[in-house]
């Protein structure tokens, strides 16, 4: 494929969007006129998958095609090694121009991963205080540990920390697509737009807020499982989260779903500004536009909240891929996050061929090509709520979730897709059971990854404390804006100024 007919190359990433609600495409009680287009034209993957149910491990794996054991990216504090080899890089060695706009919750000194430009700083924090630690078991880490205010808080505000971040977000990725559009880089382009949205806490704007104040769906399917009938991560999950100091209540249940769903609307608008740009710029039919999310939200169901879980809600997100050459249609075979680098790849004509022998990802357009996925589906999870690394395989009508410290779990998703009836133990099902023990077994060795995960941590802690005792240097990422060579400067021609900055000319 030559340079000239390489697509450019958006791709919109939010953040903890449930997957659940794009039964294919966005549910039809949720107001996203943008979304529901761009599924339209889109090829859905409606039974997409983390590589790991938390925002740094999954950023790492959608980046990488790797899984969590692999990047060493294990939780929110992990280090994002400058080796290993993301999307941006192949892109970028293959002649794209790679920009983001956004988080990607980089934790190291390295901010960039082969992105030639960063638009905005991080909305999260680049260094390892946020390390859990398996060496202390049932600890809570009060100043940064998810917990329940984001329920009880839950409702309506013109501005907060987050919508501040996403609006710059969205204003920086526009007016690079302006620029891009003016076409003085002969290159074609890949921008990463990352949203913190629909992320807690649960505060949207009024406007937003408005449009579901009769929604269906304020209110769990699934509603809350006593303590003592939960299965021994989820009691973890409730306990990191303090769940026994909050008296929750249907009322807060209820308003904040209406403002998680109010801040997908948010998001709705943020994404057809991305293509009423490419749009007016007459790139839209030369773009390939990849729509994901990094993991899900519980959203109450259950009884628990935000993610960190393998259960539908923390575990499956939504993915489209809008492409040139790229049938429109849904596609229910189990895929993966993990599947992003290998699709760009195929969709700029790049050959991964047999150097990347690391890569854990399946390229979308072979998935669509055969029916199915080449591979199982494998996730990872070894962060904060956990006391052993866990593991999951999804295929066919199964999911199956290993950790040494709990049961197996096996569900049949297509007979029970609420996950209430744990076939693990049941007699009929143990030959399945044994063929997933047997895979997981092959694909994992847990004795070794536990080890890892534990040494990891402990050199953080080590390293953390003395980082910060004394001068601290900062990792996070500064945007640096060049004042002095924009719009009008001495050492520019105006009149060439005025033209090349036009878009379109001679009309």
């Known amino acids: 494929m030559t340079a000239a007919r390489r697509p450019n190359i958006l791709v919109i990433m939010v953040d903890q969007l449930n997957g659940t609600l794009f039964p294919d495409g966005p549910a039809p009680f949720l107001h996203a006129p943008n979304l529901k287009a761009l599924a339209a034209r889109s090829a859905r993957f409606v039974n997409t998958y983390t590589a790991s149910p938390l925002c740094a491990p999954a950023r790492a794996s959608f980046m990488s095609a790797q ?31 790679t920009i983001l706009s956004g988080k990607m919750h980089f934790v190291g000194p390295d901010q960039l991963h082969g992105f030639e430009e960063r638009l905005t700083t991080d909305v999260y924090p680049a260094d390892f205080g946020w390390t859990p630690d398996y060496a202390k078991p049932g600890e809570r880490i009060d100043w940064w540990y998810h917990n329940l205010g984001s329920v009880t808080g839950a409702g309506v505000a013109e501005i907060t920390n987050q919508l ?49 104040e009769d929604a269906p769906h304020l209110l769990p399917e699934v509603g809350r499982i006593p303590f003592d009938q939960q299965d021994p991560h ?10 026994a100091d909050y008296a929750i209540t249907d009322e807060m249940i209820a308003r904040s779903r209406r403002a998680y769903y109010a801040n997908i609307s948010y998001i709705d608008e943020k994404v057809g500004e991305l293509i009423e740009v490419l749009d007016a710029t007459r790139m839209l039919d030369s773009t390939a536009i990849l729509f994901v999310s990094d ?91 956990s006391v052993a690394p866990m593991v999951a395989i999804r295929e066919g009508r199964w999911k199956y979730t290993r950790c040494a410290a709990d049961p197996d779990q096996l569900f049949d998703l297509d007979a029970d897709p609420k996950e209430l009836r744990d076939l693990a133990g049941d007699p009929a099902q143990r030959d399945v059971l044994e063929a997933f023990r047997a895979r997981a077994g092959s694909l994992w060795d847990l004795d070794r990854f536990d080890r890892d995960v534990r040494q990891s941590q402990a050199r953080r802690h080590v390293t953390y404390e003395a980082l910060r005792n004394g001068a601290y240097y900062p990792w996070d990422f500064q945007p640096l804006q060049k004042a002095s060579e924009r719009y009008m400067r001495n050492h520019m021609d105006l009149n060439i100024l005025e033209e090349s900055q036009r878009f379109p000319r001679g009309e």
């Open 67 to 97: 899984l969590p054991s692999k990047t060493r990216v294990y939780d929110n504090a992990a280090e994002f090694a400058s080796d290993i080899p993301t999307f941006a890089h192949y892109l970028r060695r293959a002649g794209y121009r």
């Open 295 to 385: 993991h899900g939200d519980m959203l109450g169901e259950r009884g628990l909240w935000f993610k960190m879980n393998f259960f539908e809600g923390s575990a499956r997100v939504p993915l489209m891929v809008a492409a040139p050459g790229l049938a429109p249609g849904a596609f229910p075979t189990p895929v993966s996050t993990l599947d992003v680098l290998p699709t760009l790849a195929d969709l700029a004509g790049i050959d991964l061929g047999s150097g990347a022998e690391w890569i854990d990802g399946v390229s979308l357009l072979d998935t669509v090509a055969r029916g199915e996925r080449r591979e199982a589906v494998p996730m990872e999870y070894a962060a904060e709520g």
């Open 164 to 212: 501040e971040y996403d609006d710059e977000v969205a204003y920086h990725a526009k007016a690079r697509l302006y620029d891009l559009s003016r076409a003085q880089d002969e290159r074609p382009f890949c921008l990463t737009v990352s949203f913190t949205h629909p992320h807690d806490p649960y505060v949207a704007r009024r406007r937003f807020f408005d449009l579901y």
């Open 234 to 243: 989820s009691q973890r999950l409730m306990t990191a989260c303090n769940d």
